[in-house]
């Protein structure tokens, strides 16, 4: 089968920078994916990662190892709309397997 | 550039009916993939069709059923609904079918009663 584990909650501060674990199992993989979504909106694409390392996209950066079947999100320089949902997701004989998601509660 | 639009956005039905959902994907994407959203079981994927194919398809009862149409318009279909399809119901489009990239509907929230 296939499975992803997410923190559930992730709290901090305004300007902070925090980071989202994502480990997952699954067979045929092809790339981890992250999301957004804001409570009551559309999850919204932020990164892919194919490839071993990080990619940079303004403040959001995303890092996959393959050997570990690990990624990770990085938010730097948080600010209250970044309070949302992020999800990740592996793309697994060409579906898109969503993990559990992660709350992140920005604060001022 | 539209983005993807979900009809209708809110729908409430009862135990037994039947339902069809619509999703109209951004203009030249080809793939089309639909998400059960719910608190306890979070995104899960229910079938993805590419020109008119159903490409994918995951863990759902035969009860749910799609279609693509040869213009890249989507539906789905619910049948002999139960209070558990109770769920937000989003549609994803991609230009193609590497799903590395998917561009979500705002959803349809369906209530069974």
């Known amino acids: 089968g296939q499975s992803l584990e997410q923190p559930s909650e992730v709290t901090a501060v305004e300007g902070a920078i925090v980071q989202i674990n994502c480990t997952y199992q699954?067979?045929?993989?092809?790339?981890l994916s992250w999301y957004q979504q804001h409570d009551g909106g559309a999850p919204t694409f932020l990164s892919y990662?194919?490839?071993?390392g990080l990619e940079e996209t303004g403040r959001f950066s995303s890092f996959l190892s393959r050997s570990d079947s690990y990624g990770y999100l990085l938010l730097q320089e948080l600010q209250m709309k970044d309070s949302a949902s992020y999800f990740c997701?592996?793309?697994?004989?060409?579906?898109?397997?969503f993990g559990t998601g992660t709350r992140l509660l920005v604060s001022p | 550039k539209a983005g993807v639009t979900q009809t209708p956005r809110y729908l409430i039905k009862t135990r037994g009916q039947q339902v069809t959902l619509s999703c109209s994907p951004i203009?030249?994407?080809?793939?089309v993939s639909w998400y059960q959203q719910t608190p306890g079981q979070g995104l899960q994927f229910l079938f993805e069709y590419f020109s008119e194919t159903q490409r994918n398809k995951g863990n759902f009862p035969g009860r749910f059923s799609g279609r693509q149409f040869s213009n890249s318009r989507s539906e789905m279909n619910v049948s002999t609904l139960e209070l558990g399809d109770s769920a937000l119901y989003l549609c994803a489009s991609s230009l193609g079918t590497s799903n590395n990239e998917q561009f979500f509907g705002p959803g349809t929230r369906l209530t069974v009663l």
């Open positions: 997701a592996v793309i697994s004989f060409q579906k898109l397997v």
């Open positions: 990662n194919a490839l071993d």
């Open positions: 699954t067979s045929g993989f092809y790339g």
């Open positions: 203009s030249g994407h080809r793939s």
